[in-house]
């Protein structure tokens, strides 16, 4: 079942709300830009969409976020070149991937944002599911038409995915960065951890269209304002959240803002500059890099020090000192984990 978060969301004022929000305390209504009685109706829809609005005698003050993504606040002056042209927020859906893939059929899509505050039928990497409780996390899908040369090839081939998969992890990771203060490391082939933690996991996927060449969803699943005792008891010691992370909850809007505009940022350095523009943040973001791993791929398991990752080379292993060097291709690379 696919629902929308409203089905008529009301038109919000994002600009008062800014004001508010930067404001140390309460604010006269006749004192904000524009008639008051306006300005009263305004700050009366954004206190129903749900903000955390005080007023007292005329005054109004900003006392916390919508619990709800606001597409309004998320779309306000975000500035993008191609992600986030259009955002959809839904309220429930079985998975934001297939809701993005189906607007494959025309280019005009390209950059399609498709965001819900639940999955019942959210997926990982190899099948896996991906499961998040209901308005806790930042469950974002998005829609490119990468040129030809750069978009997804045909079968199993991970060709045209794996600097997709990148500039999911490195958007995700630098916020996660900025947003905590700890650092936030990519695990090839799609999560993003702290600490050996999971914090978010990337799935791209790959489009057919009859008339050109395959489109691609990026999926990012990021867990945000998720308490530990709300995870499965089996990745409580494997799992973690921004707000565990930084002892705090979030504003789930401004976060997907966030990330539209960093995705938008590391798509466009990929489109302009070739893929290989993204290995530097790749490399120093790199979980494993230096350290001995096992790379598990179709024929059998490799071990030994993750030397270099590189985009067009792939992993670049060191089995023994000295012992010379032997590069796995990306597309070959079923699951990479430290060596003990």
């Known amino acids: 079942m696919t629902a929308w978060a409203d089905p008529s969301p009301p038109a919000l ?32 829809a954004l206190a129903a969409f749900g903000f955390d609005l005080e007023r007292v005698d005329g005054a109004v003050a900003y006392r916390g976020p919508s619990p709800r ?12 070149l191609r992600v986030g042209r259009r955002v959809a927020v839904w309220s429930r859906v079985e998975s934001t991937n297939d809701l993005a893939a189906r607007g494959a059929s025309t280019e005009a899509n390209d950059g399609l944002a498709v965001l819900a505050e639940e999955q019942t039928a959210g997926r990982g990497r190899r099948g896996r599911s991906f499961v998040a409780p209901a308005g806790s996390s930042l469950l974002t899908s998005v829609l490119l038409f990468p040129p030809e040369g750069l978009a997804p090839a045909a079968g199993d ?11 999911g992890a490195i958007a995700a990771a630098e916020l996660a960065s900025e947003r905590t203060g700890r650092r936030a490391l ?3 082939p799609n999560d993003v951890r702290v600490d050996g933690r999971k ?25 945000v ?19 565990l992370l930084a002892g705090r909850t979030f504003d789930r809007s401004e976060l997907a803002r966030d990330l539209l505009r960093r995705l938008d940022h590391w798509y466009d350095v990929g489109l302009r500059d070739g893929p290989s523009a993204l290995a530097p943040a790749w490399r120093s973001r790199c979980e494993h890099l230096g350290r001995p791993v096992r790379v598990t791929t179709p024929t ?40 003990a």
């Open 186 to 188: 990519v695990k090839w």
């Open 300 to 339: 059998g398991v490799l071990a030994g020090r993750l030397v270099d990752v590189d985009l067009e080379h792939g992993l670049s292993l060191e089995p023994a000192p000295g012992s010379g060097l032997v590069r796995v291709p990306l597309d070959a690379v079923t699951a990479l984990a430290a060596d």
């Open 157 to 167: 081939s991970g060709a045209g995915t794996a600097w997709l998969t990148l500039v």
């Open 199 to 223: 914090l978010c996991g990337v799935l791209v996927e790959r489009v057919l269209r009859p008339d050109g060449p395959a489109a691609a969803v990026v999926g990012i699943g990021l867990n």
């Open 225 to 243: 304002n998720v308490p530990a005792e709300a995870f499965p008891p089996d990745l409580r010691d494997s799992a973690t959240s921004l707000s």
């Open 69 to 80: 993504l606001c597409p309004d606040q998320i779309e306000h002056e975000l500035g993008t």
């Open 13 to 44: 004022d994002v600009a008062l709300l800014d004001r508010l929000r930067a404001a140390s305390g309460f604010v006269r209504i006749d004192d904000l830009p524009g008639d008051p009685r306006a300005v009263a109706a305004a700050v009366d």
